[in-house]
């Protein structure tokens, strides 16, 4: 729990079913006991993007997160699951149909989301979209919902086992939607750096290309989890990045941070 005992969710409760169960293997039996599953993005950057309005929610009142449990690093302290529990109230950050005809079969009585993809019916609270900041349309749904957002800036939280030494610049070349939103010239940024004596570090995802080799460069792509990059960036005296997961994850850990669009 929180420290303050507001929020029963734990990440250390990974489930891929609607029960709770710790990595240890030991269960939890507050399941039912609680009132709101939010529904998070299923991309890192989004999910990142999310943090002040999930929140605002916890404040208040007990939370389960709903989504990929591989994002569980994101939300430190919740519970993840990746299907709908018995809930009061469903709140879908989530724009699809199939999320919500997943909270509307879970039975839960209360479920808000935007007005999408023919899903009104499934919805008992439908709010209009107004295509501002993905950071706002997050705050704006559950401000409807009637919650106060108190601050409106991701932040993120170290794992217990950080331990990574500083001093050395991450690269990010990847980007979602492909060639469109990538620079390609990060190879020769991470020889440059590397020639001036910076070591550098590259992450991404699996199948993202990067060619650079130097004694100095250590390509980290496709060999990471989420909770390795971001001890990895929190070390990191800088992030140089396309428009990515890992661009949002460094701004959420306070680092120096360029992003190239």
């Known amino acids: 729990a929180r420290d303050d005992g507001a929020v029963v969710a734990r990440t250390d409760a990974v489930s891929r079913d609607c029960g709770f169960s710790r990595r240890d293997g030991t269960q939890h039996e507050t399941f039912q006991s ?55 109230r469903a709140i879908l950050f989530t724009n699809s149909f199939r999320t919500a005809w997943g909270a509307w079969r879970a039975g839960i009585p209360e479920r808000l989301g935007y007005d999408e993809h023919f899903r009104g019916p499934l919805l008992t609270k439908k709010v209009r979209r107004n295509f501002s900041h993905q950071i706002d349309e997050y705050i704006r749904l559950v401000e409807t919902a009637g919650y106060t957002v108190s601050d409106r800036v991701p932040k993120l939280s170290l794992p217990d086992h950080h331990s990574v030494s500083g001093g050395f610049w991450v690269l990010a070349p990847g980007a979602r939607y492909g060639s469109a939103k990538r620079w390609e010239g990060f190879d020769r940024l991470a020889a440059m750096l590397a020639e001036q004596g910076k070591r550098v570090i590259v992450l991404g995802a699996s199948g993202e ?53």
């Not at 299923?42 to 009142?61: K, T, Y």
Request: proline share 4%; hydrophobic share 55%.
């Open 209 to 261: 290309a990067f060619a650079s080799t130097h004694a100095l460069i250590e390509n980290r792509i496709g060999r990471t989890t989420i909770d390795e990059v971001i001890s990895v960036v929190s070390g990191a005296a800088g992030v140089i990045s396309n428009d990515s997961g890992i661009a949002h994850v460094a701004r959420a850990l306070g680092k120096r941070t360029i992003v190239l669009f």
């Open 34 to 88: 609680v009132k709101v599953a939010i529904r998070v993005p299923n991309w890192l950057g989004d999910a990142v993007m999310a943090l002040p309005a999930v929140r605002a929610v916890a404040e208040r009142d007990e939370v389960v997160i709903v989504g990929r449990t591989a994002l569980a690093p994101i939300f430190r302290k919740f519970f993840v699951v990746e299907r709908f529990p018995r809930a009061a």
